[in-house]
């Protein structure tokens, strides 16, 4: 292991000086498009200025003999596009294939000016980030490149969540990290067949009412509520931000709404947008209501320097509620820097 003395040394001679703190740009949405179809490569420009983040994916979900097609159509596309604010990033393949290679030394040399965020498939441990972050410093320095890329892991094995801890902390280029419900359902021998999301077969059921016949009530429960906490403590102890990952019921808007909501609520900034749909669900979802935040001003109103404690309408408030409603307040105005509609709903 390095000293940490040396944690925030350049990894090759030449590369960008690592960050000290992940900048928060607004990342409700990472939308997710295959660069190398020809239909959603040419809704990019369009898209682009709805969403926070456009991520052009090159794993899962690109068959194999696409994956050249894919590579090509993102250096195409990030050269040809002006992404405005919106970030762009990608998805490279998974560190055992035969592609992931030709990936990171074609994006980065080609386009690395242009990408803000490399996501990383089936991390399992700190060795899998080490191994990119030298890699791309070497890159960076072969291209020019004077900011460092960010890199974002996807929690989505048993081993992953198992060390997910060292996994957020590995580098000073960890940016951030998503669940992903599929492959880690798969991983861990879960038996349920969906991307993210509930099942009506996990659930607790009340205790019998006497008389055998009286129907007992269940409730579901939510399959991702322990590893979506585990991995926003994690983020949260390195100073990196979680995501909730892909909802795969592509036309269950509302369940899709609900799992994002969950994430949102415990820490998570944002979620994946696979489908055009699931856009507007992310943006209303990772934007604090206008309510919650105009009630949070309030309270830091009345709270002066933050300490002590008052009663406003019957609750008590003091340093930790004072707390609680900085980060509503604080998210509201990032969001709005860059949303105008957003800054007036907050403004009312
Ligand atoms: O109206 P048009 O025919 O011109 O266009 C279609 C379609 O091409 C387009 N569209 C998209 N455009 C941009 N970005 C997208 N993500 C996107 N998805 C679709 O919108 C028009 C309407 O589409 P549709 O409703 O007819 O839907 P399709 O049947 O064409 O496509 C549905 C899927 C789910 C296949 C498509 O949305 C897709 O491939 N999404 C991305 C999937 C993905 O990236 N998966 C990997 C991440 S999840 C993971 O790794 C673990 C599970
Ligand atoms: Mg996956």
Redesign the pocket.
């Known amino acids: 292991m390095r000293s940490p003395k040396d944690f925030f040394r350049p990894l090759a001679v030449g590369a960008p000086a690592p960050l000290r703190e992940v900048p928060f740009r607004p990342s409700r949405m990472i939308?997710?498009?295959?660069p190398g179809?020809a239909?959603?490569a040419a809704?990019v420009p369009d898209?682009a200025p709805q969403v926070d983040v456009l991520l052009g994916?090159l794993?899962?979900?690109v068959a194999a003999d696409r994956k050249e097609a894919a590579r090509a159509g993102l250096v195409e596309i990030a050269k040809a596009v002006d992404f405005g604010a919106t970030q762009l990033w990608t998805r490279i393949n998974s560190l055992d294939s035969p592609w992931v290679l030709d990936d990171l030394v074609t994006l980065v040399t080609e386009v690395g000016d242009k990408l803000d965020v490399i996501m990383v498939p089936k991390v399992e441990g700190a060795e899998d980030i080490h191994y990119v972050d030298r890699l791309l410093a070497q890159l960076e320095a072969k291209a020019g490149i004077t900011r460092p890329i960010l890199v974002h892991a996807i929690l989505e094995t048993a081993t992953g969540v198992a060390n997910v801890e060292e996994i957020a902390g590995a580098s000073p280029r960890m940016q951030g990290i998503s669940l992903?419900p599929?492959?880690l359902a798969a991983s861990r021998r879960m038996k349920t067949t969906r991307?993210g999301g509930g099942h009506p077969g996990y659930l607790v059921r009340e205790d019998p009412h006497g008389d055998q016949d009286t129907p007992r009530a269940t409730f579901q429960q939510d399959l991702w509520h322990y590893t979506i906490a585990r991995m926003v403590d994690a983020c949260a102890a390195h100073g990196i931000l979680p995501y909730y990952?892909?909802f795969?019921d592509?036309k269950d808007t509302t369940a899709c709404e609900d799992q994002f909501r969950n994430a949102f609520l415990l820490g998570c900034v944002g979620a994946?947008s696979?489908?055009?749909v699931q856009i507007a669900i992310a943006k209303k979802v990772f934007s604090p209501a206008p309510a919650d935040v105009a009630w949070a001003r309030k309270v830091i109103a009345a709270m002066g320097d933050g300490t002590g404690a008052v009663m406003i309408d019957g609750k008590m408030q003091d340093d930790a509620t004072y707390k609680q409603c900085r980060v509503v307040v604080s998210l509201a105005d990032e969001l709005a820097a860059r949303d105008p509609e957003l800054a007036a709903a907050y403004a009312a």
Do not use: R
């Open positions: 939308h997710f498009f295959d179809n239909k959603m809704k898209i994916n794993e899962d979900a992903g599929a492959d991307v990952g892909p795969g592509i994946w696979l489908h055009p």
